[in-house]
């Protein structure tokens, strides 16, 4: 066993009384208290303030000052300089910020530090890098000209103003940097508000922003439910929403927003995520697919595959190896480094994907491994697999967001293109075969914002991820977040 020791600064943290991060300084917050519960045992670690309609006001305005001042007067290069040196202190407080996130989330420790906290860095830099490149284009008008006068045109790209981020519990750390660093990149200054459950490393980066040089106010953090978001949300002064969260919620946000103001909306949803091996594809590199796409960080990845199709020629033995699998999982305290498979995020989610279980056992549903709780403090469970029979089965078409990964056989590859496009839900999709010639053919009849060939899950900074049908409007990161988070303004000149 190698349990990690929690540094001395995290444990000073923890105890601190934490509310929000506004105009530079964390304040305690005078809301009801929020009690922050590790998912590894159950205890109550922290507490939070919920945000009052004070404090988001006094949030809100402490942005906007700051897109018309002292954000408004710094350069392009000077803001990239701001968060290339916020990546330099993110992989300085390294470990602290990965123990932070592992006690909030349950996340286990390796994936904190490498996703949570180096992936973090990596996109800081390559919206550091945006920040350098944002621009218009020069167009020769075709008016006519009565006295020698001639026309010139041109486009330029402005930054909306005080753009709110409402960040989920998953990934507290790297999704929050994708909508603020967005925000600040294209002059835009951003209030973002965790989730309930995950806010203390937003809160210790903010400390970190100041430190890199952020201006007051530029970035602000507001802790709260969704009672916070939505004032946030119907702000007058909120000029955008970024959200990434269930198709649910991000539909009552998109909906809140235009209601506002015609507040502009970039909507990052869930969906029911479709992998399919053709028949080429042999047990054991199926098996590996199944493991790669549905259960890094306990399938609670927006984009983790939950719909499994196997061709029948290869279906029992799948399920046998994958039962295998499964079973040698290291399930354990997530702060041990040999743990593979932590708990649940929440007590919420704990409850929801055990109702999930209770579900597959009444509806007929082989349960080929797991489907069960363990009987030990913590929200733990054992990763899943379930077969089914029928292409209408609920664990087929309902979004988990967990450790269930449920399978269906298939008989002809015509069948598999229709049931990967059979859900309202599109934001990614992974297909494994050795025959990239059919890959490539195939790519373009699949309905998702991303599709992976022979992998899953993985994610670049420079490759727009975003969803289509029911999982999303917009686009994150690449150079397509700069349409997102800019004005586009034409300008006609006489001469």
Request: proline letters at 4%.
């Amino acid at each position: 066993m190698s349990l990690v020791s929690l540094l001395p600064e995290v444990k000073a943290f923890l105890e601190r009384k934490h509310g929000h991060y506004i105009h530079g300084h964390l304040i305690s917050g005078e809301g009801p208290r929020i009690d922050i519960v590790s998912p590894a045992n159950g205890e109550v670690v922290a507490s939070v303030a919920d945000a009052t309609q004070d404090d988001v006001d006094a949030a809100v305005l402490s942005s906007l000052e700051a897109f018309r001042g002292s954000w408004a007067n710094t350069t392009p290069a000077e803001r990239a300089n701001v968060l290339l040196r916020l990546a330099d202190l993110l992989l300085v407080h390294r470990e602290e910020l990965a123990q932070l996130e592992t006690i909030q989330s349950g996340k286990i420790i390796q994936i904190a530090r490498a996703f949570e906290v180096d992936q973090a860095a990596n996109f800081l830099r390559h919206y550091a890098g945006a920040a350098t490149r944002i621009h218009g284009e020069t167009i020769t008008p075709s008016l006519p000209s009565f006295n020698g006068e001639k026309y010139t045109a041109f486009t330029r790209r402005e930054p909306v103003g005080v753009v709110v981020g409402i960040v989920p519990w998953n990934f507290s750390i790297m999704i929050a940097v994708w909508k603020f660093a967005s925000a600040l990149a294209t002059g835009c200054t951003s209030v973002i508000k965790p989730s309930q459950f995950t806010p203390l490393t937003l809160l210790r980066i903010a400390e970190l922003a100041t430190e890199a040089g952020l201006p007051a106010g530029a970035l602000n953090v507001v802790s709260g439910g969704g009672e916070a978001g939505r004032r946030l949300i119907e702000h007058k002064d909120t000029a955008k929403v970024s959200f990434t969260g269930s198709v649910q919620t991000g539909m009552a946000v998109g909906s809140v927003a235009m209601q506002s103001k015609l507040t502009r909306a970039t909507l990052e949803l869930g969906g029911k995520n479709s992998v399919g091996f053709l028949k080429d594809v042999d047990a054991d590199r199926t098996v590996a697919g199944i493991l790669e796409a549905g259960f890094v960080h306990q399938g609670q990845i927006c984009a983790a595959g939950e719909r499994f199709f196997v061709h029948r020629s290869r279906i029992d033995e799948t399920l046998e190896k994958l039962s295998k699998a499964l079973a040698s999982f290291r399930i354990g305290d997530p702060m041990d480094e040999a743990t593979q498979f932590g708990p649940l995020s929440n007590e919420a989610h704990f409850a929801k994907i055990q109702s999930f279980f209770s579900q597959a056992r009444s509806d007929g549903s082989t349960i080929v491994y797991g489907a069960e709780s363990l009987d030990r403090p913590g929200y733990f469970v054992k990763p899943t697999a379930i077969l089914v029979s029928d292409a209408n089965a609920p664990l087929l078409t309902e979004e988990t967001f967990g450790p269930i990964a449920t399978l269906l056989a298939y008989d002809e590859e015509e069948e598999l293109l229709s049931l990967f496009n059979d859900t309202p839900f599109g934001l990614s999709a992974s297909l494994w075969t050795n025959d990239l010639s059919k890959a490539f053919g195939y790519v373009p009849r699949i309905e998702a914002g991303t599709v992976w060939v022979n992998m899953h899950t993985f994610l670049d900074p420079a490759v727009p991820f975003g969803g289509v049908k029911q999982s999303g409007i917009g686009r994150e990161f690449g150079s397509a977040f700069i349409e997102d988070y800019t004005e586009l303004k034409s300008v006609f000149i006489r001469h």
